[in-house]
């Protein structure tokens, strides 16, 4: 007697889903939505120059919290709490308050200037580290770098 084996189900659709169809995932993707959302809706009623320099950062507990770059715009925020708690009840937000943290921006990275060229002593060095190695890739990669110095150093309007 044979068994009946059911057969394998096919998926429909294009197979592959957006990560943010998940659970946990799809929560932290609409509630990052609806802040963004409620960011943008906040910040369009502050003055310009205030509006391009504070983040919306949260709401919590009922309390907008914002983030601005110095002490300065954390208290001319503070100044439009009025204003602020006004546009989050007219769009639909409960809050009773906002805090404002003062969060300066995060340093530039410098990225460093690849212009300066070799000198001919790490030219030297480079050939010399190249005739020591045993490792083919590594030689030709040592040798490839002096070149590099060696025309650089030959670049008309190159000065000593």
């Not at 009773?96 to 300066?116: C, F, H, I, L, Q």
């Not at 030297?124 to 005739?131: F, G, I, V």
């Amino acid at each position: 007697m044979q068994r009946d084996v059911p057969k394998p189900t096919r998926r429909t659709g294009s197979g592959l889903k957006a990560i943010t169809e998940f659970g946990p995932v799809a929560s932290l993707a609409r509630k990052a939505r609806e802040l963004d959302a409620l960011d943008r809706a906040l910040r369009q009623t502050l003055p310009s120059p205030l509006r391009e320099q504070v983040r919306f950062a949260n709401l919590q507990d009922g309390r907008l919290v914002f983030l601005a770059p110095s002490p300065a715009l954390a208290a001319r925020l503070r100044l439009l709490q009025a204003q602020i708690l006004s546009t989050a009840r007219a769009v639909g937000t409960y809050a009773s308050s906002v805090t404002v943290k003062v969060a300066p921006p995060s340093p530039t990275e410098t990225v460093p200037d690849r212009s300066k060229p070799l000198s001919k002593a790490a030219a030297s060095h480079l050939r010399a580290a190249a005739a020591s190695t045993s490792d083919p890739e590594l030689r030709n990669l040592f040798l490839e770098l002096a070149s590099v110095a060696e025309n650089s150093d030959s670049r008309p309007g190159d000065a000593d």
